[in-house]
């Protein structure tokens, strides 16, 4: 079991940034990835980024590209989502999540085994 609690959410101004943590404990040693994805109302969730354990390659959905930098804290078992340059666009429920299998895309959530509760991020104009 896997638990996952993001924090960093919350209001900002249009071009304003927000950088969201997510800390990961329990039985994390098989642990492959952690991805962050968003929610936005009456919307599918949606990949935003994610980032391998080992080696840290990350990737970006193209919507975040060059706005948005994942990384990652080995010893404190935590991944961060630096978002700069925000947009109203980016308004949604982000979720961090916790994956073990190499097989499937880090792009799926259904590839994903443990999520955290999510935290809000709005952008006004």
């Known amino acids: 079991q896997v638990q996952l609690v993001e924090s960093g959410g919350g209001l900002v101004q249009a071009g304003g940034s927000l950088r969201l943590s997510c800390a990961a404990s329990?039985?994390?040693?098989?642990?492959?990835?952690m991805g962050w994805f968003r929610q936005a109302p009456g919307k599918e969730r949606e990949f935003v980024t994610a980032i391998r354990w080992s080696g840290g390659s990350t990737y970006y959905a193209d919507s975040v590209k060059g706005r948005f930098t994942t990384s990652r804290d080995d010893a404190k078992n935590r991944v961060y989502l630096q978002m700069n340059s925000l947009k109203p666009e980016d308004t949604a429920v982000y979720y961090c999540?916790?994956?073990?299998?190499?097989?499937?895309?880090?792009?799926?959530?259904?590839?994903?085994?443990?999520w955290g509760q999510g935290t809000q991020v709005t952008v006004s104009s």
């Open positions: 999540a916790w994956k073990s299998d190499p097989l499937s895309s880090l792009r799926a959530s259904g590839g994903y085994d443990y």
């Open positions: 329990g039985r994390t040693f098989s642990q492959y990835a």
